[in-house]
């Protein structure tokens, strides 16, 4: 399997090779801020540290990197996808649907209709940021689109790319089963 895939890094492209990003879904930093847990092993660069990856309640992994004196949480897939393969409007599908598996080869940009095939028919919640209680459960997409949502902003969130959409959090319901 992927075990024995060797560990390449390359430049996270507009932070002026200050950060990377590995085949295998790590980003680590040149400078050692409070974000960096102070692990390094054989395989990070010398002089980069392992940023540490925040898993957000949809299950993806995002990172902070400091661009021109911004912070920006960037998605670990996309980092991953725009470095080895190239930018892309494209959504990202986790082809094992682990979405911590952020390794290359489990990563492919899809076409949109590809994704939501993948994931039209799964419920999806729509829930209080602030509480965090289920305001209401969809069994579908199109329910939600049929009760007034707009269907590429539900996806934004649900694809990690938007943190709210109207007031609320969006996630698939069966991820916390």
Known sequence: ?????????????????????????????SYNQGK???????????GFY????????????RVSLFIDGKRHMRSVHRLVMEAF???????????????????????????????HIHSIARSIERVYVDSGKVAAIYSSLIAAKEDGYNLSNINAVLAGDADIYRGY??????EFR
């Open 50 to 61: 392992l940023l540490k990856q925040k898993r957000e309640n949809t299950g993806y992994c």
């Open 36 to 46: 960096c847990s102070k692990d390094r092993d054989g395989d990070v660069p010398e």
């Open 85 to 115: 393969v190239g930018p892309s409007p494209k959504e990202i599908n986790h082809i094992n649907e682990n979405k911590q598996d952020n390794r290359v080869t489990n990563l492919e940009y899809s076409t949109t209709k590809a994704n």
């Open 169 to 174: 959090f969006w996630r698939y319901h069966d």
């Open 1 to 29: 399997g992927d075990g024995l895939m060797k560990e390449e890094w390359k430049p996270i492209k507009e932070s002026c090779g200050r950060y990377i990003v590995s085949n295998k879904g790590r980003v680590a930093s």
